[in-house]
């Protein structure tokens, strides 16, 4: 049964960057996308960005556009979400999770998540 | 704002039917691009719960169905249980990015 385990809780400074991880536990996501979904406190779902890793390119929701790096290491079947300049309103729970994808890039439905990791942005 | 506008709360009492909206444009759901659900219970990850418009994953009762026509879809919930109290979330594609509602938090009376 494959899991997506999330790296543990970061507590960053305002202005510095952090990078979270998600490792495909029992299993690998050569043949799936994975998307980064993040959760602010009390608030709804937001897609950050997706990728591809046969593919090797990301997309990224217009409003973390220069800010977020999402890559994959698809010899330890793990993905990367990095985000930069970090705010407080970047407070968050961050999933990773699993799709498989159209031949057009289209992703579909997100069927596997990570339990998720809790960034706090704080001075 | 959400790209997808849902209900902020519903409820229902146990037994009862309920149904959450998920009203998109033509950018969007009105594209043709799948809907799909997801139910988030306190303190977990979402969960997929509908997928493709109208489909159950293995293992979710067949208490809960989804529906698409138009720029809207729905997810309704027949015999309500207490353990169906969640945030429910619709999702779909605009412009092929993802975007999701903006959640509906189902009470259970």
């Keep these: ?123 | 704002q959400s790209v997808l506008t849902q209900p902020p709360s519903v409820s229902g009492a146990p037994g009862q039917r309920v149904t959450i909206s998920c009203t998109g444009s033509s950018s969007n759901i009105g594209a043709g691009y799948d809907v799909h659900w997801y139910q988030q219970l306190p303190g977990t990850a979402p969960k997929l719960l509908i997928y493709g418009n109208s489909n159950r994953p293995s293992g979710v009762p067949d208490r809960f169905s989804g529906s698409k026509s138009g720029t809207s879809a729905s997810l309704a919930i027949t015999g309500l249980q207490a353990e169906d109290e969640a945030d429910y979330y619709c999702q779909s594609y605009d412009s092929s990015l993802v975007v999701f509602g903006g959640g509906t938090k189902l009470t259970v009376l």
Excluded: H
């Design chain 1, 1 to 123: 049964q494959v899991q997506l385990v999330q790296s543990g809780a970061e507590v960053k400074k305002p202005g510095s960057s952090v990078k979270v991880s998600c490792k495909a536990s029992g299993g690998t996501f050569s043949s799936y996308a994975i998307s980064w979904v993040r959760q602010a406190p009390g608030q709804g779902l937001e897609w950050m960005g997706g990728i591809i890793p046969i593919f090797g390119t990301a997309n990224y929701a217009q409003k973390f556009q220069g800010r977020v790096t999402i890559t994959t290491d698809e010899s330890t079947s793990t993905a990367y979400m990095e985000l930069s300049s970090l705010r407080s309103e970047d407070t968050a729970v961050y999933y990773c999770a699993r799709s498989y994808y159209y031949g057009s890039g289209t992703l579909d439905n997100f069927d596997l998540w990570g339990r998720g990791t809790l960034v706090t942005v704080s001075s």
